[in-house]
């Protein structure tokens, strides 16, 4: 089992930044690490991915360019700095883990999941 917790959201302006976290505990060892979102009322989405390795980075389109991730093997922390922040960026964010190498991104083929925290962006 892996254990995942997020950290880091809050109220911020548009325009500013947020760090979140995601410290993994437990049976760490997970090929990929993601950030996905949900705002109300729409499906859960991807955001950005990363191969444990550090080798290989997946970012959804609506952020690439604003938002990095990014991992600290010796914390088992992983983080998503998200620059240029929009009201659109509003939603529930959550850390996963999967234990394949590809990258995916879609939600079923991660296997553990935070508990989530929310960020809002206020225009």
């Known amino acids: 089992q892996v254990q995942l917790v997020e950290s880091g959201g809050g109220l911020v302006q548009a325009g500013g930044s947020l760090r979140l976290s995601c410290a993994a505990s437990g049976r760490t060892f997970s090929a990929t690490m993601g950030w996905f979102r949900q705002a109300p009322g729409k499906e859960r989405e991807f955001v950005a991915a990363?191969?444990?390795?550090?080798?290989?980075?997946n970012y959804a389109d609506s952020v690439k360019g604003r938002f990095t991730i990014s991992k600290d093997n010796a914390k088992n922390t992983v983080y998503l700095q998200m620059n240029s922040l929009s009201p659109a960026d509003t939603a529930v964010y959550y850390c996963?883990?999967?234990?394949?190498?590809?990258?995916?991104?879609?939600?079923?083929?991660?296997?553990?999941w935070g508990q989530g925290t929310q960020v809002t962006v206020s225009s």
């Open positions: 990363i191969r444990w390795s550090g080798l290989i980075r």
């Open positions: 996963a883990a999967a234990r394949e190498l590809a990258v995916p991104t879609t939600p079923q083929r991660y296997d553990y």
